[in-house]
C-alpha cells in the first residue's frame, strides 16, 4: 500500500485560498491532504445542469418557495438556483446565531471547490492605498505588509489564472496582469465618455474579472464563450474555480489526497513547541471523528469558518483558543456594504444590440478620500459595478397583441450598485454559543457584526453621487432605491483573525502565518486587517501563494 | 508524527441525523389538486388567451396548464393559489351569468371579454387574479421548450460577444 495516511501539509478547504494552497506545495514537493466539509463537484461531470434550459432543470430552475425557507433562508441572499443548489450550504442543517434585531447571512457554499463556484468573479488588486489606510487614519489595525510585498504573487496568480481587463494607469485601481478585456457595448461607451467628460478624475472602465478572453491549453481551458452558464459551474473551465484550475494542477502532481464530506472542527496543540499538532474532523457520511497530522497546516475554510476552528481550538474545559492570546480571535469582522443601487434610461442607439451573454459589465473605481480624508463626512470609499443591457418590451394587457409586443427590446437601460469598504470595530465579532452544538458537535457561531455610522454615511454618498453622475452624464428617468444593509450580505465577509506585526493586537504575522503556531497558516479573508472596497478573493489568492512559499521555504531551512 | 488515529463516533443531538441529505425539489406530478375539472378547464382555456397560438404555439402547446397547476400545488407559497382559484370562480359566475356557459365553453371573444373585466377589476377579485395569473402564463411559457426554441431564439453556446450588434439581423428575441 502506498502510504496515503503520511502527510506533510493539511489544507482546510478547497475553495479559491485552499484551492492555491494545495496546488502550490504539491507543486513545491509537498504531500497533502485537502479536507473539505462539502459534497464532491467533479469539473464538468458534477455540473448537472451546466448548458440546460430551464425546462431541463426542476422547477424551471426558480427555487420552489417552500425549500427556500426550510432550507436556503441564508443561501437565498446569495444566488440559489435549483441548477447549483448542491453548491450551496444547507441552512437548516448547519445553524449559526445572531440577535433578531442585528442580522448576519452567512451565505456558505456546501460543495467542493468553496465560494469558486459561486462567486461573482470580478477581480482586482488592492492599491497601495488599502494597506496603508489603517495606519494613515489612525485605526487600530496596522498592515504588516504592503503593496510591493504582494505585487509580485498577484502577477503570478494572474498570469495562471487569467484575469480579464484593459490596461488604465489608474493611481487607485493598480493593473493586472491582464488578458484582453471583454468588450464595453456601445451604450456604456457612451456612458463613459459623458461621464468622464463631466467628472474629471472619475472613470469608468471595463470589468476585471476571472472570465478567460484567451484559451489556456496548458490547462484544457476554453476562453468564455458568453452563455451565462457561470453560476451552474463552466465545463470549458472558462472562469477560476477549484475545479477547473487548482484542483487539477494538485492532482497532477500525484502528491494530492482529497477528502469531501470532511468537517474539521479543531486544531490540536503543543503549547511547549507552539506548533499544531493535529488536525480533527468528522466524517460526515459516517459519523466517525479522527486526528490527522502533518507538519504543516493551511487553514483556508472562508473567513468566518476559519475563525470558528481556531475559536474551538482550546484545552478541554477552557473557552480560550490556543491562538488567542492576543485577545482579538474572533473580532473586527468586516464585509462590503451595499444595497445601494442607481439606474437610468440611456437615449438613442437603438440600431444596436447586444449578442452574446457577457458575464459582468463595468466599473466606477472609487474616487473618494483617495490619499486622505476630504471632508466628505466619511472615511474611505466605494466603487460600483455595473452594465448597459435592453431587454426584451414588457407590454401590458394579454393575447395576441401582447405577444407580439414582446417580439421586441426595449431601449438602453443602465443600472449599477455600490460596494464600500467597511472599517474594523473590535465589537463587530463572532463568538462561539457553548450552549448550542451543531450535529458534529461543534458549537455554533454567534454573530454581532453591524454596519456604523461611517458605512452609512458611505452609502448615502454614494446614492447621492450615483444618480448626480447618472444625471449629468445625460441618462433619463435617473432613480435610486437603497435596501436593508445587511453585514455578510455581500458575501465578502472578512477578519476574524487578523495579521499584524504585534502579536498582542493580531492572530497572524505578515506571513498569514499565526503568531501562536509557527506551522499554522491561514490565509483566507480571516487574516484581513482591512477591507478596501474592492473583491477581495484576487487578494485571497496571492497572500495565498505568498505564505505557500514562505512555509516551504522556512521547512527546508 | 504522521498517522492517524480512530476515536468512537461522536455522540449524536437527541433525533438530530449527522447525515444532511441534499433537500431534493419535488418534480414529479402535483402532490394536491389545485383545481376542480372545471376550474382546470378554465385555467387552461384563459392561459390560451393571454397568449395564444399565433405563428407560433400558445400556452396550450408549451405545458403552461401543467406548469401553473405544479407550481401552485408544489413550488409556489400556499397562498398564491388563493387568488387565482377565487379569480376562476369570479369569472366562471359571470360566464354562467352574461352567456349562460361554463367559462372554458365560451366562444374565444367571450373568454377575452371575460379577461377584460378581470383586468379592469370589474368582477370581484377580477384584478388579485389578473396579474398574477397573467405572470404565471408568461413564466411558464417563456421557460418552456416552446417558448425557449420557438418562440425565442435559444442560443446556447453564442461563442463570442458584439457589443454593438446591429438590431437589424436580430431574428427573434434571444432567450437568455
Known sequence: MASTNRFDAIVIGSGVSGGFAAKELTEKGLRV???????????????????????????????????????????????????????????????????EGSPFYWIRPGAVGGKSLIWGRWSFRWAPEDFEAN????????????????????????????????????????????????????????????????????????TRLSNMTQDKPDQNRTKCQFRNQCSNGCSFGAYFSTQAVTLPAARATGKLTLRSDAV????????????????????????????????????????????????????????????????????????????VGVRGDIPGMEDYIEYGRRPGGVYVPRFRNIGGEEGVGFKRGYGYQGSARREPAKPVGFGASMKEGMRKYGGWKFDMGAFGECLPYADNRVSLNASK?????????????????????????????????????????????????????????MGGARMGADPRKSVLNGWSQAHDASNLYVTDGAQMASVSCVNPSLTFMALTARAADHAVKAMRA | MFGSALFAPIARAAGASLVAKMPVINDGPPTTAIFTAPQRALMTALSERVMP???????????????IEKLLADWASPNDKVPIVAGLDAIEARSMKDYKVSGSKAT?????ALLTLAMNDQIPGGANFFEPFRQLVIVGYFTSEVGITQEREYLPVPGEYNGEFLYSKVNKVYSS
Open chain 1, 135 to 206: 495606519k494613515r487614519d489612525g485605526i487600530d489595525g496596522v498592515w504588516p505588509i504592503g503593496y510591493d510585498d504582494v505585487a509580485p504573487w498577484y502577477s503570478y496568480i494572474e498570469k495562471y489564472i487569467g484575469v480579464s481587463g484593459s490596461r488604465e494607469n489608474l493611481p487607485y485601481l493598480p493593473d493586472s496582469d491582464f488578458q484582453p478585456p471583454m468588450p464595453m457595448n456601445i451604450a456604456e461607451k457612451w456612458v463613459k465618455q459623458r461621464l468622464e467628460a463631466k467628472f474629471p478624475g472619475r472613470k469608468l472602465i471595463n
Open chain 1, 264 to 339: 474539521v472542527t479543531n486544531l490540536e496543540y503543543d503549547a511547549a513547541r507552539k506548533k499544531v499538532t493535529g488536525v480533527r474532523y468528522v466524517d460526515a457520511k459516517t459519523g466517525q471523528a479522527q486526528v490527522v497530522n502533518a507538519d504543516l497546516v493551511f487553514l483556508c475554510a472562508s473567513a468566518m469558518a476559519s475563525t470558528q476552528i481556531l475559536m474551538n481550538s482550546r484545552a478541554p474545559g477552557s473557552d480560550k483558543s490556543y491562538f488567542d492570546n492576543s485577545g482579538t480571535l474572533g473580532r473586527y469582522v468586516m464585509d462590503h456594504i451595499f444595497r
Open chain 2, 108 to 112: 374565444p371573444a367571450q373568454q377575452d
Open chain 1, 33 to 99: 491532504l485537502m479536507l473539505d466539509r462539502g459534497v464532491m463537484v467533479e469539473h464538468q461531470e458534477g455540473y448537472t445542469y451546466d448548458g440546460k434550459p430551464a425546462y431541463e432543470v426542476p422547477a424551471r430552475n426558480m427555487m420552489p418557495q417552500s425549500l427556500m425557507q426550510s432550507n436556503y433562508f441564508i443561501a437565498k441572499h446569495g444566488y440559489v438556483a435549483p441548477s447549483n443548489q448542491k453548491f450551496y450550504n444547507d441552512d437548516k442543517a448547519n445553524p449559526y446565531d445572531y440577535d
Open chain 1, 437 to 493: 452544538l451543531d450535529r458534529f458537535g461543534m458549537p455554533v457561531m454567534r454573530f454581532d457584526v453591524t454596519f456604523r455610522d461611517n458605512e452609512l454615511k458611505m452609502m448615502k454618498d454614494a446614492r447621492q453621487q450615483g444618480e448626480m453622475m447618472l444625471r449629468e452624464a445625460g441618462l433619463l428617468n435617473v432613480s435610486s432605491s437603497e435596501s436593508e444593509h445587511v453585514p455578510g450580505d455581500a458575501i465578502h465577509e
Open chain 2, 53 to 67: 397560438t399565433t405563428d407560433t404555439p400558445g400556452a396550450i402547446t408549451a405545458g403552461v396548464p401543467a406548469f
